[in-house]
């Protein structure tokens, strides 16, 4: 069995970016991939890719090169990017493949996401009803969340403020204008106790990423960074999760607690060890809850961890240095390749205004979404 | 038709001597419930699963508040908005998720009791109400 390295990585900014297909920003970001690592398209044995709402990863051969490749579209919602990452690393350590490229890209319109129940194998009262909604969910969860662990709403607003900084220091983010915590808190209520700048937006966007045998690495790169761990999870029975209509009364560990666990285990790397940490922010709330699911904290230590500043680009464990989802928008497909493509740079020491500091060895990523997934991984320098 | 009143899906309810009742499913193997009513179990992985009427009380698990006007499929009109959405803990069952009555976030509380109800969320093209579940406090 091979190691897995990241040895390219592009991206085209997030936000909205007008006459510009999905697709169009993809290959940009593919080919800003290969020329960080010296590559062609026709260097690449496998692909790996998919959006939501902005079409075929498997199409984007027709402007990068007909080489021939084995290319595979992944449609797996939030975790479009974090599967066709998983699905490199296997085809790569099995041994199958030498070299290949991951692609994440989207395009949606503005507004909530609306979905079909019917698409989830839920009856149609689900929607007409108006429970179909997945700001609502997250306001429910939270509202759950903040009552077992005693936690007071006020730190909903901080995380945001935090983002908004974050991202008002990073030049591809969208978001780039820092917003302080009573603006937040005074916003405009969406979803008790969430307002309006504590959820994300649906955007637009694109990454990709070259993976290639970490003994390959250096031939590509002077910096590879090396990917020890990945691992996606459904959830259980008993877990909490977007689009239920009910949930069992025994409670179980969520999906990210158990795909997080995985992704460490096989790195042999524990979460204390985390320099740096990219989570799943679909809003304030569920990045508070995602910090201590995935380990690097424990539940109710986040408040203090919080407002110490622990989690700020300068803190003890630096959380969403990009500005996460909520100051780079959410374009399902891309932003779990986002949170890699941040860690990559974090890792190379070559994140400029928003550099973590002190030489950060070891990164963390965390996606989540419907109905009830996760992806996780573990990157080394 | 349930209990005289038009509903978004009469499969969702049962009539029972107390009144409408939502209908689940019951494993038989292993006593886990669901709702709305199917053929597996998501617990045991079996699929022998017999109907069963869920609890008509129970205690609001969490609770949020709608704050704006859903895009389609939502189909509810404007006299019925904004509306409350929890969970509640139907005991030794599950916890449904559900419309709440309750819109002022001061009167909901974690632990609450409620009540199912009937409750209209949208007029059909006559003007007659059109109901789903709902859950209230429980008035002493
Ligand atoms: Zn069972």
Sequence with gaps: MSGVAIVGIGMHRFGRTEGVSGRAQAVHAAREALRDCGLRFSDMQFGFGGSHSAGDADTLVSELGLTGLPFINVANGCATGGSALIAADAAIRSGQHDVGIVIGFDKHPRGAFNTDPAEHGIGAWYGETGLMVTTQFFGLKIQRYLHEHGIAPGVLATIAEKAFRNGARNPMAWRRKEIDAAEIAAAPMISHPLTQYMYCSPAEGAVALVLCRADKAREYTEHPVFLQGAAFRSRRYGSFEVFSPWTAAERADSPTAEAAAAAFAAAGIAPSEVDVAQIQDTESGAELMHMAETGLCAHGEQEELIASGATAIEGRLPVNTDGGCLANGEPIGASGLRQVHENVLQLRGGAGEHQVPGDPRVGFTHVYGAPGISACTVLTR | ?140
């Design chain 2, 1 to 140: 038709m349930i209990a005289g009143k038009t509903t978004v899906d009469d499969a969702l309810f049962v009539e029972t001597a107390e009144g409408p009742a939502l209908l689940g499913s019951r494993c038989t193997d292993c006593a886990a419930h669901t709702f709305p009513r199917q053929g597996g179990c998501p617990r045991c992985t079996g699929s022998a699963m017999e109907d069963v009427p869920l609890s008509r009380t129970g205690t609001l698990w969490s609770w949020t508040v709608q704050g704006f006007r859903p895009k389609p499929p939502y189909t509810g009109t404007e006299n019925y908005e904004p509306y409350g959405v929890g969970y509640v803990e139907l005991p030794g069952q599950l916890i449904v998720e559900t419309r709440l009555v309750e819109t002022d976030p001061a009167k909901l509380e974690i632990g609450m009791a409620v009540e199912l109800v009937l409750a209209p969320f949208r007029d059909d093209e006559f003007g007659w109400p059109v109901h789903t579940f709902a859950f209230v406090a429980v008035t002493a």
